[in-house]
């Protein structure tokens, strides 16, 4: 019978511990490193390759993981270096401890080969008698007679275990010289944890981490949760939100109400002293600044929502704050920022309002390239080297305004084309209405807005897509429908995504994105919620599909008519990317279907006869099928009526 111990050492403790942590360690570590090898490679090599951007990308780069001489240590990497350090300790520990389970081998003992006779077995006992014997042997240093003794023993079991009938069967039949052993198996916890002396700690630590640490969890989880919207800011900045944007408020009222959320969003610090700053935007943007001074109000959170708005106009004026503190300041600030944008955008478009959809939309991008909101600002001034200064200011095209810069020599024009060869313009391929399995659109039905997208090639007006056959366009209808039946709101990504983008005032790496919103603009209404575009493939006329699709999902109206609206493209990076094409959305009554397809709505609509819903039809008087069995059995009865009918006739006759 086998006999249970707790592990006096903690030697199987050790064992377990090991394993369980490096099932954790070992996956963890490598993800991580992984992931931080290809996160610098990225972060230094892929977007814009102007000199501005790239010195931001290696100073987000060094801020997010370090440099080799000072490593970024975050929490998770806290916590894989101390998981790698116990384990090292255990496994030393372990490598340490003495090996308390060996099976008994006489062979060994002896220091002979299985193989050995009977004889060379006998002389080779003789031969370990003369050296080993307690009398014959004078004890080493740390050595004591015991010891001596105890190797006479052993060697004396090990040779009758071999030579002795009795001993060598207990041998053959429990392994062992003297018979049947205990079977002693051990369990993977040391012997203190359940010693009486400790128990009342280990019921404390037990009592302090389910009582205690879980409870302080799930609280903190909880009520962390319950505090903040599903946008996660705070209901205060939500209500300020809902009562702040109204129908027509455009960029400018949209900033006096974004300006208000930090009231209750920014983090008060008190990092340098912002006085200068403010003279310097009172000097640049008149008394415009006390204006928007007031619009953030008094109260609770009063100076710091103050303080959040003077740095984020020292951002847009792209002042020198002097202060490195004052720089994390508003780094953390920008940083937040399209949180609490996305957020004020969800509550302009739940009440349908276009203006201040749109004003929220463009003000994404203002931020990013630091530029004031609602002045008219020409493209040129998001180029490096550039400003919103009169110097720039006209309507001409940004491709032209650098080429231009080149015919002149200006020393700029070398990263102004940099900047331009990673610019993203939006250009619309295809864009219509679809319903699936439907030729047309009818009342309340379904409706996908399907688009079609690239990002224009520098310096080309258009990037044209390489003729089509007629198999090549079925394919590509195919590919549609099917995306159309996925759940996926955009296409399948063939090949790699778009790159950073021109963003050298924004402290983070920044990815090119749209708002996509289907609106009335006639009535200021949005129709459909606006949908966020990301990844737009770079045109290449060498593809068969030089494109993109994504698709917005709505429900039809319910009345018959033409409806024309427009369909709005918003840049959240680049000031003045904007594109705005009409479309007309016809409703058609179902007469004007064909009669197939009629016939083929009706078959669906209506139930059988001889089913509980056509019975229910039936007793309200509505339409129902004939199961074509029972059309069947009544035509065989009724000609065997007949026929009977027939015989019956004649014989009466």
């Keep these: 019978m086998a006999k249970y111990h707790y592990d006096e050492a903690g030697n199987m403790a050790a064992y377990f511990l090991i394993s369980v942590l490096a099932i954790v360690l070992v996956p963890l570590t490598l993800t991580a490193v992984a992931s931080a090898a290809a996160k610098g490679r990225e972060e230094t090599t892929k977007g814009c ?111 009758k275990s071999l030579t002795d009938e009795t001993i060598r069967r207990n041998f053959e039949l429990y392994g ?103 003279e310097e935007i009172e000097k640049k943007v008149g008394g415009e600044w006390k204006e928007l001074k007031k619009s953030v109000g008094g109260g609770e959170g009063e100076e710091q929502a103050r303080r959040a708005l003077t740095l984020l106009y020292a951002h847009f004026l792209r002042l020198d704050l002097g202060s490195k503190a004052l720089e994390q300041e508003q780094a953390s600030l920008l940083l937040q920022s399209p949180m609490l944008l996305n957020a004020l ?110 990002v ?8 044209p897509s390489p003729s089509l056959d007629a198999k090549s366009v079925k394919k590509n209808d195919d590919i549609d429908e099917k995306f159309l039946n996925s759940r996926r709101e955009a296409e399948e990504l063939q090949g790699d995504g778009a790159g950073w983008a021109h963003a050298p005032y924004w402290p983070g790496l920044r990815k090119p994105g749209w708002w996509l919103v289907l609106a009335d603009d006639k009535s200021n209404r949005i129709v459909v919620p606006p949908l966020k575009i990301t990844d737009v493939p770079r045109s290449d006329a060498s593809k068969e ?41 016809k409703i058609d009554d179902v007469s004007a279907l064909n009669a197939e397809e009629q016939t083929a709505e009706d078959e669906i609509s209506d139930p059988e006869e001889d089913t509980l819903a056509g019975q229910m039809a039936a007793m309200r008087g509505g339409s129902v099928k004939k199961a074509e069995a029972a059309e069947d059995d009544s035509e065989d009865e009724s000609s065997t009526d007949d026929d009977g009918g027939g015989d019956d006739s004649s014989d009466s006759d």
């Design 49 to 159: 390759q102007c000199k501005l951007c790239i010195e931001r990308r290696k100073q987000v780069t060094a801020k997010n993981t370090g440099s080799m001489l000072k490593p970024k240590i975050t929490k998770k990497t806290m916590l894989i270096l101390a998981g790698w350090s116990v384990v090292g300790f255990l496994a030393y520990k372990a490598g340490k401890a003495e090996l308390e389970n060996t099976v008994y081998n006489p062979f060994d003992i002896l220091g002979i080969s299985t193989s050995s006779t009977e004889k060379e077995i006998k002389s080779h006992f003789k031969k370990l008698s003369k050296l080993y014997h307690p009398d014959k042997v004078k004890a080493a240093v740390n050595e004591t007679a015991e010891d001596i003794a105890n190797r006479f023993v052993d060697i004396t079991k090990a040779y």
């Design 176 to 278: 062992h010289p003297d018979g049947r052993q205990e079977l002693s198996m051990g369990i993977a916890l040391p012997s203190w944890i359940i010693e009486g002396k400790n128990s009342i700690w280990v019921l404390g630590f037990y009592g302090l981490l389910i009582g205690g640490v879980l409870p302080a969890m799930v609280g903190r989880w909880w009520f962390g949760s319950s505090r903040k919207t599903k946008e996660g800011v705070q209901p205060r900045t939500a209500e300020g939100f809902w009562k702040g944007v109204e129908e027509y408020s455009g960029v400018n009222d949209v900033i006096k109400v974004f300006g208000r959320a930090f009231k209750h969003e920014a983090k008060s610090k008190n990092g340098g002293n912002l006085s200068r700053v403010e």
């Design 345 to 454: 955008l969800s509550i302009a478009a739940a009440r349908s309002w276009l203006a201040p959809t749109l004003g929220v939309m463009r003000l994404h991008a203002y931020i990013t390239q630091a530029l004031v909101p609602g002045k008219v600002t020409p493209s040129q001034a998001q180029l490096p080297g550039f400003d919103d200064s009169a110097s720039t200011t006209g309507k001409q095209d940004v491709y032209a305004f650098v080429q231009a810069l080149k015919e002149s020599g200006d020393h700029r024009a070398e990263e102004a084309k940099k900047a331009l060869d990673s610019w993203n313009s939006l250009e619309i391929v295809d864009m219509g209405f679809k319903v699936i399995g439907e030729r047309l659109v009818t009342p309340s039905s379904i409706v996908f807005l399907l688009v079609k997208l690239r």
């Design 456 to 463: 224009k090639e520098p310096y080309a007006q258009s990037a």
């Design 545 to 585: 599909r030089n494109y993109r699709c994504y698709k917005l999902q709505f429900q039809a109206p319910p009345n018959v008519g033409l409806f024309t609206w427009k369909a709005y493209f918003v840049s959240d990076t680049m000031v003045g990317e904007e594109l705005c094409r009409g479309i007309s959305l």
